[in-house]
Antibody, heavy 122, light 113 residues
Framework: EVQLLESGGGLIQPGESLRLSCAAS????????MNWVRQAPGKGLEWVSG????????FYRDSVKGRFTISRDNSKNMLYLQMNSLRADDTAVYYC???????????????WGQGILVTVSS | DIVMTQSPDSLAVSLGERATINCKSS????????????LAWYQQRPGQPPKLLIF???TRESGVPDRFTGSGSGTDFSLTISSLQAEDVAFYYC?????????FGGGTKVEIK
């Protein structure tokens, strides 16, 4: 059974940093593209970032480029999102999501974690 | 970025009746080299993460009831629930994966009339 468990969320002040983690199990983690998707309170889904199966390729939405860094440790089956210079509009539930693709580019997302809330507020 | 526009924002349908959700992309998501539409549909029930329903515009994910059907090509797509059940009350999102950034439609809320 595929399981994705996010951790590291919480209340943080604007301008500060936070690292989200996602522990994956139940599939060959190193074979698949992985993604982070967020959902602001009462709003729709917004893709944040994706990373190739090897970790060599990383992709971001414009609003987080230069502030967020996605990474993975295939030896530990872990996905990470380092978030710096956080802003109020980064407040959202962040989902770790497995991609169906085993190539470089993100495609569609076949398994999702339960999500972790990040609140950026003073 | 490819903008995905869903309509309607919400709809209320009687149990057993048909529900249709539309999704339009700002540019074609049909990849000519493989003739595939890079379009997926998700269901998000209250308090739950999204669940993949349809990919390649019309391929149903394993375990998804056959009352869910995806159709369309190029820039215009639809998700049809042929006979609405109580457990289908949810938000539904389309998503393109033709290019990054991946983009989602704004969502459609489906309720029971």
């Amino acid at each position: 059974e595929v399981q994705l468990l996010e951790s590291g969320g919480g209340l943080i002040q604007p301008g500060e940093s936070l690292r989200l983690s996602c522990a994956a199990s139940g599939f060959t983690f190193s074979s698949y593209v992985m993604n982070w998707v967020r959902q602001a309170p009462g709003k729709g889904l917004e893709w944040v970032s994706g990373i190739s199966s090897s970790g060599a390729g990383a992709f971001y939405r414009d609003s987080v480029k230069g502030r967020f860094t996605i990474s993975r440790d295939n030896s530990k089956n872990m996905l990470y999102l380092q978030m710096n210079s956080l802003r109020a509009d980064d407040t959202a539930v962040y989902y770790c999501a497995k991609d169906r693709a085993w190539e470089v580019l993100p495609h569609f997302l076949d398994y999702w974690g339960q999500g972790i809330l990040v609140t950026v507020s003073s | 970025d490819i903008v995905m526009t869903q309509s309607p924002d919400s709809l209320a349908v009687s149990l057993g009746e048909r529900a249709t959700i539309n999704c339009k992309s700002s540019q074609s998501v049909l990849y000519s080299s493989n003739n595939k539409n890079y379009l997926a549909w998700y269901q998000q029930r209250p308090g739950q993460p999204p669940k993949l329903l349809i990919f390649w515009a019309s391929t149903r994910e394993s375990g998804v009831p056959d009352r869910f059907t995806g159709s369309g090509s190029g820039t215009d797509f639809s998700l049809t629930i042929s006979s609405l059940q109580a457990e289908d009350v949810a938000f539904y999102y389309c998503q393109q994966y033709y290019t990054t950034p991946l983009t989602f439609g704004g969502g459609t809320k489906v309720e029971i009339k």
